[in-house]
């Protein structure tokens, strides 16, 4: 069975520039999370989705930070305009259902300069 | 109050002996303990998860609740070099399935 798959791995911007993130989860898996790692820190969930609709996206800064899942599957995650702050790992995860084990990709390592 | 806290470490214990990680959180309703482990530059990947009040073990590793203490615990048997990574501990809360992460706690094993 196929991973969580992301890309890219590694992106390097300036501040103020955009940026967009790519996941496509597990086949059959239902919810997607997309998290923010910043180094030394453990994983901080940014939204969460369920198929198409958003469940939670209590904690993404929605004046920069927009996500879309719209067929239910794949999800972007773009950064507009990005910050110094926002230099992490950002994670997606998919699980079969809101309450099932999460399912890591390998994340995309963002610097910011 | 954080609401998940781990000791940041680093945990260094010799090799062949038991590994002991801690883990308290501060909601009260939590419902489901994961432990991952996170080795450097990758992404966290599910060691074990406990619901209930007690022991679970798997293989060398043995997770333990204590919702009364709002505690819980891995231990690792038998430790290994190539057990030396990040172990984050995650606290579901509610039926949406949020995870909250706490920092994590580097353990090195020393050969």
């Known amino acids: 069975e196929a991973g969580v798959a992301q890309s890219p791995r590694y992106k390097i911007i300036e501040k103020r520039q955009s940026v967009a993130f790519w996941c496509n989860p597990i086949?059959?898996?239902?919810?997607l999370y997309w998290y923010q790692q910043i180094l030394g820190q453990g994983p901080k969930l940014l939204i969460q989705?369920?198929?198409?609709?958003?469940?939670?996206d209590s904690q993404l800064p929605k004046d920069r930070f927009s996500a879309e899942r719209l067929k239910g599957v794949d999800s972007t995650l773009k950064i507009q305009p990005a910050k110094l702050e926002d230099s992490a790992v950002y994670l997606c995860a998919s699980s079969e259902g809101p309450t099932d084990t999460q399912y890591f990709g390998p994340g995309t390592r963002l610097t910011v300069l | 109050q954080k609401e998940v806290e781990q000791n940041s470490g680093p945990l260094s214990v010799p090799e062949g002996a038991i590994a002991s990680l801690n883990c308290t959180y501060s909601d009260r309703g939590s419902q489901s303990f994961f432990w991952y482990r996170q080795y450097s530059g990758k992404s966290p990947e599910l060691i074990m998860f406990i619901y209930s009040n007690g022991d679970k073990e798997d293989g060398r590793f043995t997770a333990q609740l204590n919702k009364a203490s709002q505690y819980v615990s891995l231990l690792i048997r038998d430790s290994q070099p190539s057990d030396s990574a990040t172990y984050l501990c995650?606290?579901?809360?509610?039926?949406?399935?949020?995870?909250?992460f706490g920092k994590g706690t580097k353990l090195s094993v020393k050969p």
């Open positions: 086949s059959g898996h239902a919810t």
């Open positions: 995650a606290v579901m809360r509610g039926s949406q399935g949020n995870l909250i």
């Open positions: 989705f369920q198929n198409n609709g958003v469940v939670d």
